[in-house]
């Protein structure tokens, strides 16, 4: 069966500092990948969506990268602040389902220490 | 914030039991999608409704029915419930067209948090 692994649990970085998060999965083909910000008791929040045909999306401080060979998406948070200590999510689609059905991985909880 | 609610925010209930949980969409959506998020793990598909229909059902049990309603809001109502229900139940809204586009943002709403007894 398909399976989604985030590198870490935690992750603690200090401020300024590039924090990088991975996502790795198997036995699946996802035509995109999704990254989401969730605090905790909220729901998660939509940050970045790349497809398959592309190698690299950026929108502000983020950049997400996406190895289809590899089966492997980088999440990166440049000059990270405190603010963006949170837990983040990748989550994986595809055509041919509905469009509800991303797979999530568990997250990896992101401390920003000043 | 998204513009979706969840009602209620928290629950109790016991083992057995049947509950409805409620999502009202962003304006303009046409689709929801309900997950359920034990804890410290990623949100799980239960399944999404497109214009009043079922379009897509996860790996869960019948006893975890839906509802989509004219206005585009929803229920999740899941009966006998199991000690295992006990999660962060999250509706998602977006603008679809019900067909394999995919991709399209998704806007989750706070979650009801389900505990069963």
């Known amino acids: 069966s398909q399976k989604i692994e985030q590198n870490s649990e935690a992750l603690n970085i200090q401020e300024g500092k590039t924090a990088t998060l991975t996502c790795n999965y198997t036995n699946y083909s996802p035509a995109y990948l999704q990254w989401y910000r969730q605090d905790p008791g909220r729901g998660p929040v939509f940050l970045l969506l790349i497809r398959e045909n592309e190698k690299e999306k950026r929108k502000e401080r983020l950049k997400v990268t996406f190895d289809t060979t590899l089966k492997q998406s980088l999440f990166h948070i440049t000059a990270s602040q405190p603010a963006d200590s949170a837990t983040y999510l990748c989550a994986l689609g595809r055509y041919g389902g509905s469009q509800g059905n991303l797979i999530f991985g568990k997250g990896t909880k992101l401390s920003v220490k000043p | 914030e998204t513009g979706v609610t969840q009602s209620p925010t928290h629950l109790i209930k016991t083992r057995g039991q049947q509950v409805t949980l409620r999502c009202s969409s962003q304006?303009?959506?046409?689709?929801v999608s309900w997950y359920q998020q034990a804890l410290g793990q990623g949100p799980q598909f239960i399944f999404q409704y497109y214009r009043e229909e079922e379009n897509g059902r996860g790996n869960f049990p019948p006893r975890f029915s839906g509802l989509q309603f004219p206005n585009y809001s929803s229920e999740l109502n899941v009966n006998a419930l199991e000690l295992d229900d006990s999660a962060l139940y999250l509706c998602?809204?977006?603008?679809?067209?019900?067909?394999?586009?995919?991709?399209?943002?998704?806007?989750f709403g706070p979650g009801t948090r389900l505990t069963v007894l």
């Open positions: 304006s303009g959506h046409n689709t």
């Open positions: 998602a809204s977006s603008l679809g067209t019900g067909r394999l586009v995919g991709g399209d943002t998704q806007y």
